[in-house]
C-alpha cells in the first residue's frame, strides 16, 4: 500500500545518474538496564541525570560489565538479518573529546564485530512481485553517548549535560551501499523497523532517538565507457523516515549540480560530512570534526572478550519465530490476501497480525477479515488511540459476527451496526461474549429475512404505493427498482436484498 | 613491646587479651604520624576522627562480644589511588585535588567488613606513574631509613608508612612493581597478587590490564592477613577471577619441602649492583638451607619486558586518563575560549610532566599507522615473556631475584633521566605483564644500611606458595623485625 508520490523516485530520475547510498543505523536496544551497569534504560528527558551512576558516569575506578541480555537481544537481531555470527568477538575503545562522552572514550566493536554479512529483504511498492535485497555489512553493540543541550534562546546560557543515556545499549547496523533510491532507503528502514518491533528488541521510536540514521550517498554518473563516482556524503543524524527521504532527494540533486560545476570525484576530497536541516529542506556542511579524527581504536582492557557458541546460536535462533516478510507471505498464501492487505496487517505489529489470524480461525474468511480488520478495527484503534491487545472485542466475538455475515445471515450493514454498538457498550457492560452477537441480531430484528411469505406482503403495498415507479420500470426503466428494494427494507430490518429484488421485478414484470 | 613496632598478629592479640585497645592502637600510629609524617611525607590525608571513631566501634563490638572481622581494629593505610567515599581521592594529581567519590572501591569494603581502621590516604607517584613518588603533585615522601632517599614508588606512601611505624598495614597498587620496589627500598614484606585475585573496582586506572591492588605489611603474616581479606572474585570486576580464595595463614608456619627455586640467569646481569646482588644470594642460601634446591632457568624475553611496559601502560594510561578533561569533575581552568580550549587549558595545569609524558608516548602508540608497529607488537612480547614465565614454572616452583637494581637512590637522582628510572623496572615489570603474583621481602642491607628485598615469583593464584616460602625465609632471619630510627 504505497500512496506515497515519492514512491516514483524509486527508479533514477533520469538517465544521468544513479544514486547509491548505504545506511547505518543506531537501534537501542530494549533492555531493563544499560550496557555496562545496572542503571535503568529508559528514555526521560524530564529528570536529567537520574538514570545514572559511577559506572556510567564514567568516575574514576569505576568498571563496565557486559549486560547478557542485551548481547543476546543483539544476536537475535543479527540472527534474523541472516548475519554471520562470531565465535570471537571483542570491546574496544572508540577515543574521542567530547562533553557528553564522560569517559572520552565509547566502548564499541571495532575490528571483531559480533555479526557480519546479512541481509534484507525490501520489497517495493510499485514492483509487488521484485523485493531487493540490501545487505548488511555487519552488525555491532555498543553504548550510547549522553545528550548535549545547548541554550537556544541565543542568550549565551551554559550548554547542559543529560548522561542518562549515557550506555544505553546501542545496535549499529550497517548496509552495503545497496540501495538505489531515497524511497528504496525508506522502504529499507520501515522493513527494518518493522522487523526491529517484531523481534521486541527495540521500540523504534524515532522521536525519542531510539532509532537513528545516517546515509552515505554518492551518484554514479556514466561517462562514455566510465561511470564517474561523485566524492561520497555522510549525511548525519536523520530523524524520520520522511527525513530521510528528502534529505536524499535533496543530496542528489546537490551532488549532481556540484558535480557539473566542479567535476570533483571520489578520492579528490575528504569524505564530507552533512548535516540535515528538517526545516528548510536541506543538506547542509558540518565542520570538519570528523574527519580529521583518529580514534585510537585498541581492545577495552577492563572487558573479556565474549565467545558464541553454536548451541547458543541455535537457541536464540528458535526464539525468533516467524519473521514480518515471512508471515506477510503466509498470510497471502494461507488466507488468500493480496498484497496491500497483507502488508497493512504486518506492519500493524505482531499483535495485530496474531489477531487477525485468531479471527480467521473462527469465520474462515481472509479477505473478509482483513477488510474489517483494515477498517473498522484500525478505525477503532485510531480514535481511541489504542493498541489492538486494548481493543473491546475479542477474536472470538468479532470472529463469530464475520461469521454470520460469511454465512449470509446478516448483512454487512446490519454486522456494522452490532459491531458498533458492541463497541459503544464496551465501557457499562463489559468484555462482549459470541452469544451477544446472536442476541443483538434477534434484539434488533437483524437477521436477514428470505422468507418470501413475509417480505410479500411488504411488496404487495411498496408496489401499490408507486405506481409512478412501476409505469417506469415497465417501460424499461431499470433503475427505478432501486429506491423500491430501499424501501423495502425500511419496512423489514434485516430482509435479503437480494429476495427482495428479485420480488420486486417478479411481481412487476410478472 | 611499642604499639607502632608491633605486627598485626601481635596486636591482635593485645587486643583479644585486653591489653591493648583499638583505640590504644589506633591512637598509637596517629601519634606516631602527627610526630613524623611532617619529615616522611607518607600520608596525603589522615582521616583522625573517622579512625578512632571506628575503633571505638570495633573495642565496643569486642566488649560486647560481638563477631568482629579478620582485621577488627588494626589500622590500615590506603594508597591514594583507592576510592573512598569519605576522604578524598586524588591520585596525587591537581587534576583531582579536590575529588570525593561517591562510592567505595571493593578492597575498601572489604576492608570496612574486616572492621580494620582506615587511618588515611597514602602519598604516591601522580596516577602511579613512576618509581621514587617524586611525581607525586602534593609532597614528596622520604625514605624512613634515610630521609635523602626516596621511599621507592609508586606505592611508596604505603611502604614509608608501615616502615615508619605508622601502621602495620597498608594497602598498595602494583602495574609495574609499584608494591615490590617501595617494600625493598623500605625493608617490608610488598605483595602483587595474581591478576584478577584482587577486585579493581574503585581502583583508579592507570594501565588496566596491568594494576593490581595488594598488602604491604611488617611481616608475612600480616600481609597473608591483609591479603585474605581484599582478595575475592567481584562481579562488578569482569577481569577478576572465579577462583576460591584459599587460608593463606592457615598453612603459613608449615615449610614447603623441596622448594624449587628458579634463578633466571638473566637477573644476575650487568647493571645490578652488588650490595644487592649480595643479599639475593644470601637470602637463597638461607632457602637453599632449608631444604630448597636451586635450578638455573631462562627468561630470554625479559630484557624486552621495560620496552613492552612502556608501550602497553602509557597505551592504557592515555585512554585511562582522557576523562580527565574537567567537564564533570576534577581540575578546570578559570578562563578558557572554547570547549578545546577548556580541555587543553585544564589538562595542561593540572597534569604532571610524567604524566604528560606517558599520555603522549601512549597517545602515539595507538595512533592510526602506529598501532601495529608499537602496541601490537608490544601484545606480542607480552605474550612471550608470558610463555617464558609458564616454560620456566614446569621446572620450579618459584623464581627468585632482586626486586631492583639498587636500593633506594638518592631523591632527585633521577629526575632528568627518566629512561633511566624505567630501566629499574626490569625485574619487576615482567610479573605485571604475565599477571602473576610477586612478593618483595626484607633480605638483607647494603653497607649503607639500606634494605634491601628479595622477589619471589610463582605461578597464578599460588601466592600462598610465596607467602609460605616468605614466611620460611622470615623464620630464619631477623630482616624484618628491624624498624627504622626516625628522628624526634
Redesign the interface.
Known amino acids: 500500500m504505497n500512496r506515497d508520490p515519492a514512491a516514483s523516485s524509486n527508479q533514477p530520475a533520469n538517465d544521468e545518474w544513479t544514486i547509491v547510498i548505504g545506511l547505518e543505523v543506531h537501534v537501542q536496544l530494549l533492555t531493563n538496564s544499560k550496557l555496562f551497569c545496572g542503571c535503568v534504560n529508559r528514555f526521560n528527558p524530564d529528570q536529567p541525570n537520574e538514570q545514572t551512576c559511577p559506572v556510567c558516569l564514567g568516575l574514576p575506578g569505576a568498571l563496565p560489565v557486559m549486560n547478557r541480555k542485551a548481547f543476546q537481544l543483539s544476536l537475535k537481531t543479527a540472527l534474523a538479518l541472516d548475519c554471520q555470527i562470531a565465535e570471537f568477538t571483542k570491546w574496544d575503545r572508540k577515543q574521542y573529546y567530547y562533553p557528553d562522552l564522560p569517559k572520552a572514550y565509547q566502548i564499541s566493536q571495532y575490528d571483531l564485530p559480533f555479526s557480519h554479512d546479512g541481509f534484507l529483504d525490501v520489497e517495493l511498492g510499485d514492483q509487488p512481485d521484485q523485493a531487493q535485497r540490501i545487505r548488511i555489512i555487519r552488525a555491532h553493540l555498543e553504548e550510547d553517548a549522553g545528550k548535549n543541550i545547548h541554550d537556544e534562546s541565543g542568550r549565551g546560557r551554559d550548554s547542559q549535560i543529560d548522561l542518562n543515556r549515557c550506555g544505553t545499549p546501542l545496535l549499529e547496523i550497517v548496509s552495503h551501499p545497496d540501495i538505489r533510491s531515497a524511497a528504496q532507503a525508506r522502504k529499507y528502514l520501515e522493513e527494518l523497523k518493522l522487523l526491529l518491533t517484531y523481534l521486541g528488541v527495540s521500540d523504534c521510536n524515532m522521536q525519542e532517538g531510539s532509532l537513528r540514521c545516517d546515509a552515505n550517498v554518492n551518484l554514479h554518473i556514466p561517462r562514455g565507457d566510465e561511470v564517474v563516482e561523485t566524492p561520497i556524503v555522510e549525511i548525519k543524524n536523520l530523524n524520520s523516515f520522511r527525513g530521510v527521504e528528502l534529505a536524499l532527494e535533496y543530496e542528489a540533486q546537490r551532488q549532481w549540480r556540484e558535480w557539473q560545476s566542479t567535476e570533483r570525484r571520489l578520492g579528490d576530497v575528504a569524505k564530507v560530512t552533512r548535516g540535515w536541516d528538517a526545516e528548510r529542506g536541506v543538506t547542509f556542511a558540518q565542520r570538519g570534526k570528523e574527519e580529521a579524527s583518529d580514534y585510537r581504536y585498541f581492545p577495552d582492557p577492563d572487558l573479556v572478550p565474549v565467545t558464541v557458541s553454536a548451541e547458543q546460536i541455535a537457541d536464540i535462533s528458535d526464539t525468533l519465530g516467524e519473521r514480518p516478510a515471512a508471515r506477510r507471505r503466509r498470510l497471502m498464501s494461507e488466507f488468500e490476501l493480496n498484497r496491500d492487505s497483507a502488508r497493512v496487517i504486518i506492519d500493524q505489529g505482531a499483535e495485530f497480525a496474531g489477531y487477525f489470524e485468531d479471527v480467521c480461525g473462527v469465520c474462515g474468511a481472509g479477505p473478509l477479515t482483513a477488510n474489517w480488520l483494515t477498517q473498522d478495527v484500525l478505525r477503532v484503534l485510531h480514535e481511541t488511540k489504542a493498541r489492538i491487545t486494548d481493543f473491546p472485542l475479542s477474536a472470538d466475538v468479532l470472529g463469530e459476527l464475520l461469521t454470520r455475515i460469511a454465512e449470509g445471515q446478516i448483512t454487512t450493514n446490519s454486522a456494522r451496526e452490532v459491531f458498533n454498538s458492541l463497541i459503544d457498550a464496551r465501557q457499562q457492560s463489559g468484555p462482549a461474549s459470541p452469544e451477544d452477537i446472536g442476541r443483538l441480531i434477534q434484539e434488533r430484528g437483524l437477521a436477514i429475512v428470505s422468507d418470501q411469505a413475509t417480505i410479500q406482503p411488504v411488496i404487495d403495498a411498496i408496489l401499490a404505493e408507486n405506481p409512478q415507479a412501476v409505469s417506469d420500470f415497465q417501460n424499461g426503466k431499470q433503475g427505478a427498482v432501486g429506491p423500491l428494494i430501499g424501501k423495502a427494507m425500511q419496512h423489514i430490518k434485516g430482509a435479503d436484498p437480494k429476495t427482495v429484488r428479485q420480488m420486486l421485478i417478479d411481481a412487476m414484470t410478472g | 613491646m611499642s604499639l607502632t613496632a608491633a605486627n598485626a598478629g601481635q596486636l591482635l592479640s593485645l587486643m583479644e587479651c585486653g591489653d591493648a585497645s583499638a583505640v590504644d592502637v589506633t591512637q598509637a600510629c596517629l601519634d606516631r604520624i602527627a610526630a613524623h609524617d611532617d619529615q616522611i611525607g607518607a600520608f596525603i590525608h589522615v582521616d583522625a576522627a573517622h579512625a578512632l571513631a571506628q575503633a571505638e566501634r570495633v573495642d565496643a563490638r569486642r566488649t560486647a562480644g560481638a563477631s568482629l572481622g579478620s582485621l577488627a581494629g588494626l589500622p590500615v593505610a590506603v594508597k591514594d589511588i583507592?576510592?573512598t567515599h569519605d576522604q578524598p581521592?586524588t591520585?596525587a594529581s591537581r587534576m583531582?585535588r579536590d575529588?570525593h567519590?561517591?562510592?567505595d572501591?571493593d578492597t575498601i569494603s572489604r576492608l570496612r567488613a574486616a572492621d580494620a581502621v582506615i587511618l588515611g590516604k597514602t602519598n604516591l607517584d601522580e596516577f602511579a606513574m613512576g618509581s621514587s613518588v617524586e611525581n607525586s603533585a602534593m609532597q614528596p615522601t622520604r625514605n624512613p631509613w634515610d630521609i635523602t632517599r626516596t621511599p621507592g614508588g609508586s606505592s611508596g606512601g604505603s611502604a614509608a608508612a608501615v616502615a615508619a611505624g605508622m601502621c602495620p598495614l597498608a594497602v598498595g597498587t602494583d602495574t609495574g612493581g609499584s608494591i615490590r620496589q617501595p617494600a625493598s627500598f623500605c625493608g617490608v614484606v610488598g605483595l602483587k597478587p595474581t591478576y584478577g585475585r584482587v577486585s579493581?573496582?574503585?581502583?583508579?586506572?592507570y594501565?588496566?590490564?596491568l594494576d593490581q591492588t595488594g598488602p604491604l605489611a611488617n611481616d608475612v603474616r600480616g600481609a597473608a592477613r591483609l591479603l585474605q581479606a581484599i582478595a575475592g572474585h567481584d562481579?562488578?570486576?569482569?577481569?577478576s577471577v572465579q577462583v576460591d580464595v584459599p587460608d593463606y595463614t592457615a598453612r603459613l608456619e608449615t615449610p614447603i619441602a623441596d622448594l624449587r627455586i628458579g634463578i633466571p640467569r638473566e637477573y644476575f646481569s650487568e647493571g645490578l649492583s652488588d650490595d644487592v646482588a649480595e643479599c639475593v644470594r644470601e637470602a637463597i642460601d638461607v632457602l637453599r638451607s632449608l631444604g630448597a634446591q636451586t635450578v638455573d632457568i631462562s627468561l630470554p624475553h625479559l630484557r624486552y619486558s621495560v620496552a613492552a611496559y612502556y608501550l602497553i601502560a602509557p597505551?592504557?594510561a592515555?585512554?585511562n586518563l582522557?576523562?580527565y578533561?574537567g567537564?564533570?569533575?576534577g581540575f578546570r581552568a578559570d578562563t578558557f575560549d572554547d570547549?578545546?580550549d577548556m580541555?587543553c587549558t585544564g589538562r595542561g595545569a593540572a597534569l604532571g610532566a610524567e604524566v604528560k609524558r606517558r599520555i603522549m608516548l601512549g597517545?602515539y602508540a595507538?595512533?592510526?599507522g602506529y598501532?601495529d608497529a608499537y602496541?601490537l607488537k608490544a601484545l606480542r612480547v607480552r605474550r612471550l615473556i608470558r610463555q617464558d614465565f609458564d616454560r620456566a614454572f614446569e621446572a620450579v616452583d618459584v623464581i627468585a631475584g632482586p626486586v631492583a637494581p639498587t636500593a633506594a637512590f638518592k631523591l632527585g637522582q633521577f629526575v632528568d633521566d627518566p629512561l633511566s628510572m624505567y630501566l629499574t623496572d626490569i625485574y619487576t615489570i615482567g610479573a605485571n605483564l604475565a599477571g602473576i603474583p610477586g612478593v618483595s621481602l626484607p633480605a638483607g642491607v647494603t653497607t649503607d644500611g639500606l634494605p634491601v628485598g628479595l622477589q619471589l615469583l610463582a605461578t597464578p593464584f599460588a601466592e600462598e606458595t610465596l607467602l609460605r616460602a616468605g614466611r620460611m625465609l622470615e623464620r630464619e632471619t631477623t630482616w624484618h623485625t628491624r624498624r627504622a630510627t626516625l628522628e624526634s
Open positions: 583507592l576510592c581521592t591520585c583531582l575529588f567519590p561517591p562510592y572501591a579493581r573496582y574503585g581502583l583508579i586506572a594501565a588496566s590490564s562481579p562488578r570486576d569482569a577481569t597505551s592504557e592515555s585512554s582522557a576523562r578533561d567537564v564533570h569533575y570547549m578545546i580541555y597517545t595507538l595512533s592510526a598501532y602496541y
